[in-house]
Each structure stands twice: as C-alpha cells, then as structure tokens.
C-alpha cells in the first residue's frame, strides 16, 4: 500500500490514480491475452528504454502467466539507427525531430503512441538488421581532468564503477577507428 502522502506525487507523475480499476475494469484477462500472443502471432516487442519496461512486463507475465514468454525486444535508444542531426535520444526531443507533438509525456499510452510515430518513418526490416547488432560497453581511460572529454562524446559517468561508460552498437573493427582523443576499451 503506497502511503497517503505519497499518493498526490505518483498520481502527478505517473497519471495514473487508485480509480483505474474501476473506470477501465480489471485488465489481467486483456494482458493475458496479449501475452497468449507474444513469441507466437507477435515477434518483436518495442519500448523506448526497453529495460525499465521489460522488468514491469516480465514481473506481470510471472504473476498472471507464470512464465515469461520468449520474445526478441527492439529498444529505440540503442537499437535504431536513427537520421542524421538528431541530437538527443529522449522521446520528447526524438518527437520533436520528428514532427511529432508529444502530448502527456510519461504516460504509457501516450508515450506508445509516440513512439509509434516515430519508428513508422522508418524501414522496419532496417530496424531489425540494426537491433541484431551486438551492442557493446565503451570505457573512457580518462583522469579527472579530461572527463569533460568524455562527457562531450557521450560517455556517461556510473558512480559504482567508477567509470566512464558508453554502450553503442558494434559496427567497427577496431575501438580506434572511433576516433576518440582518449584511450578507450571494450
């Protein structure tokens, strides 16, 4: 049970409230049935950030389904190949980039929508072809001083390692054909 106080904060951020059950009904039956459907009749899942969605969707297939069903997911801020000058991978900036209003950003449904507009201004088989990629860690051997270096290429900062990090789709030979200014490592 979240705690009262808490309750305004979730309902602001996330829009959803403690009457959705009762406005829109129990939807376990729709979820299983969509899952009946995964890995069969549907054979890629998509999500921008597909690793926060995924740990929902298999933690609700193990509760309602008791197993989680084979299915390959396609993450959009890793694996599409996107068009030049797009500078930023957040789905409101990727919207915008795309001609696409967002509205009611972090909504889920909303958010689908988006995203739907998004990957259909591409070649669907091309996504593919890119998402099979492997996609590999970076890290940049820089001091203290030089991060900044880093930061300006991408790589982010992971506190518990220590390290600067950037995950990216292996389509080099050779780290040094990248052309960083710093060491880096697979």
């Known amino acids: 049970m979240v705690p009262k106080e ?6 602001k951020l996330t829009g959803i409230i403690p009457d959705f059950p009762v406005i829109f009904g129990d939807q376990c039956d729709q979820f299983k049935s969509f899952v009946s459907h ?6 890629h899942l998509i999500a921008h950030n597909a690793p926060f969605d995924r740990a929902f969707f298999d933690r609700e297939c193990l509760r ?13 801020t ?17 919207a915008a980039d795309h001609g696409i209003l967002s509205h009611s950003a972090h909504r889920a449904f909303a958010d689908c929508q988006t995203l739907f507009q998004i990957v259909k ?4 088989q091309e996504i ?5 990629v492997p996609t590999v860690e970076l890290i940049a051997a820089v001091s203290f001083h030089d991060k900044d270096k880093a930061k300006e290429k991408g790589f982010r900062w992971d506190d518990k390692r220590k390290v600067w990090f950037m995950k990216r789709k292996k389509t ?3 780290v ?10 697979e």
């Open 172 to 174: 080099y030979t050779d």
């Open 6 to 11: 808490k309750r305004a904060e979730i309902e």
């Open 78 to 94: 890793c694996d599409v190949e996107f068009r030049d000058g797009i500078q930023s991978k957040s789905l409101k900036y990727l």
């Open 64 to 76: 309602l389904c008791g197993k989680i069903p084979e299915v390959t997911w396609i993450d959009t």
């Open 121 to 124: 201004q591409y070649d669907f």
């Open 128 to 132: 593919l072809a890119y998402a099979a």
């Open 38 to 43: 995964v890995g069969v009749t549907i054979t």
């Open 176 to 185: 040094a054909e990248l052309g960083y200014d710093f060491p880096v490592k």
